[in-house]
């Protein structure tokens, strides 16, 4: 419900770049780590590492914290495990 309600505020574009490949018989795929999920979104994204994908997953967090309301922002890093939640909120943030 979460990503559903994420998406809606995504601009039309960026809202099909999000659904796209959506297959809802494997979702949600379950990241309980931080290594796991940057290791997987290095490999979705084609990155060169785990440190390419950790600027990257903050990159994104920033630009959607400065674009999509804010509550709806901070019920999506909610519902993720702690590990990756802190990746991606800054350390001030946190």
């Known amino acids: 419900d ?5 998406a809606a505020q995504l ?3 960026l809202r099909g ?6 297959d809802p018989s494997r979702t949600p795929e379950t990241y ?3 290594d796991t ?5 290095a490999e979705g994204a ?5 440190t390419e994908a950790s600027v990257a997953a903050e990159a994104a ?6 674009r999509i309301a804010e509550g709806e922002v901070e019920d999506v890093l909610h519902i993720l495990p702690a590990p990756i939640r802190t990746l991606l909120v800054p350390a001030e943030r946190s």
């Open 2 to 6: 979460e990503a559903a309600q994420l």
């Open 11 to 13: 601009p039309h574009l």
């Open 17 to 22: 770049v999000f659904y796209e490949g959506w």
């Open 32 to 34: 309980r780590d931080r």
């Open 37 to 41: 999920f940057l290791s997987r979104l």
């Open 46 to 50: 084609e990155l060169a590492g785990p």
């Open 61 to 66: 967090t920033g630009v959607l914290r400065a």
